[in-house]
């Protein structure tokens, strides 16, 4: 009932930028929260960056000052900039989505993950 596409991610060489964006739609009634997080392989999905409205956003903290999350609530998207990468960045990031559906049931509904690979 609720679909989470993600899009950009790529290959980029340390130092470089990529940005992620991810879009939400549905039977949605509201958005509580948006957030990326990401897997390495053999290593446990992660929290990259949350972004929960009304509070500032919050993030590992080995993105802070690298990364910086937005959100645009009226197209119901978030975005993640990442800047600064490093090779440690190499992962899937996977947008994360939770709220309520139309009919006041709560949601909590993830993306196909995106990849990110920072070439040293």
């Known amino acids: 009932q609720v679909q989470v596409e993600e899009s950009g991610g790529g290959l980029v060489q340390a130092g470089g930028s990529l940005s992620l964006s991810c879009a939400a739609s549905g039977s949605i009634y509201t958005i509580v929260s948006m957030g990326w997080y990401r897997q390495a392989p053999g290593q446990q999905r992660e929290l990259v960056a949350h972004?929960?409205?009304?509070?500032?956003?919050n993030y590992a903290d080995t993105v802070k000052g690298r990364f910086t999350i937005s959100r645009d609530n009226g197209a119901n998207t978030v975005y993640l900039q990442m800047n600064s990468l490093i090779p440690e960045d190499t992962a899937t990031y996977y947008c994360n989505v939770k709220g309520y559906l139309g009919d006041l049931r709560p949601f909590d509904a993830w993306g196909q993950g995106a990849l990110v690979t920072v070439s040293s």
């Open positions: 972004a929960t409205g009304g509070h500032s956003p």
